[in-house]
């Protein structure tokens, strides 16, 4: 990462220039660039993801869940399990991301894969006149040809920022006792690091067409990253506005930019070694 003397400098230029100007904006996005290279390099030093194949760890998955859409986004009623369940589940591979010095799991995201001609993608079952793009309609591929990704969750104590006030360790505040200035900086690009490991998973097992149902600003800020969602259709209110998006393979490559290439590198070397278990 750059120098505290090289970091000032560029503060001074924009100040001087100003964040609108031309120069301003250059300077910015480099200071964003060296910021998101410093994050990537760092994230597998603290995070790694884990492939939920047992049974204790898809109960960490649905715990998890149950805590993220039940009690805080009142999506699904809660129940005394306190594990967020669907059928989907029953045709799909769950991922997390944990957090090392800890043990803690600090996200999950779900593959939902269709291994039967019964079996629909939740974008099919739920949402299927939204998509618009025929083309790209799911129905138009093979089953084994295509997956969605959904239920990404990450608890509140992972999306805290160190400048969050302590008060509210009761419900999941971040001690910054506990974590070290670098893990706080990488917690908010879990996110990513939950569509990289699902991403992984996809490319390894040569999945061609991928499907989320996401919030229109999820995949405008996903473009930072380089992850080019192609939407295929308008917004609708399906928890919230969203709309359903596209990408495969291709499409992931060809947008990653370099500092996000070596941690969605890091990642899939982790997501082989376990498939290969």
């Known amino acids: 990462m750059q120098s505290r003397d090289s970091k000032s400098w560029l503060d001074l230029l924009i100040k001087v220039t100003g964040n609108r100007s031309k120069v301003g904006k250059l300077i910015e996005g480099y200071k964003k660039l060296q910021e998101a290279n410093y994050i990537s390099s760092h994230f597998s030093s603290y995070l790694s993801p884990v492939l ?15 805590g993220v859409y039940c009690e805080e986004l009142s999506f699904e009623p809660t129940n005394r399990q306190q594990q967020e369940i669907d059928d989907f589940d029953a045709f799909s591979v769950h991922g997390l991301i944990q957090h090392r010095n800890s043990n803690a799991y600090a996200g999950t995201v779900r ?14 079952k739920y949402c299927l006149n939204s998509i618009t793009d025929n083309k790209l309609n799911p129905s138009q591929f093979p089953r084994h040809e295509v997956c969605e990704v959904s239920r990404l969750a990450v ?7 160190q400048m969050d006030k302590f008060d509210g360790a009761a419900v999941g505040g971040i001690n910054q006792q506990t974590f070290s200035v670098t893990e706080l900086r990488c917690f908010p ?24 149902m996401m919030e229109p600003r999820l995949a405008r800020s996903m473009r930072f990253v380089g992850i ?3 939407q295929i259709g308008p917004v ?26 070596t941690m969605f590198a890091h990642i899939q070397k982790d997501i082989r070694s376990q498939l290969k278990n």
Do not use: M, W
């Not at 593959?111 to 099919?124: A, C, K, N």
């Not at 690009?189 to 989320?212: N, Q």
């Open 236 to 261: 609708v209110d399906y928890h919230g506005k969203r709309a359903p998006f596209y990408i495969n393979p291709s499409l992931l490559y060809k947008g990653l930019s370099p500092g996000f290439k």
């Open 52 to 66: 939920a194949f047992d049974e204790t760890l898809k109960t960490e998955v649905f715990k998890i869940r149950h």
């Open 228 to 230: 080019q969602f192609e």
């Open 111 to 124: 593959i939902v894969t269709p291994q039967e001609d019964s079996h629909q993608l939740p974008i099919e």
């Open 155 to 161: 608890p509140a104590a992972f999306r805290r920022r």
């Open 189 to 212: 690009f879990i996110a990513v690091g939950l569509y990289f490991s699902a991403a992984a998973y996809i490319v390894c097992k040569d999945i061609k067409h991928t499907y989320v």
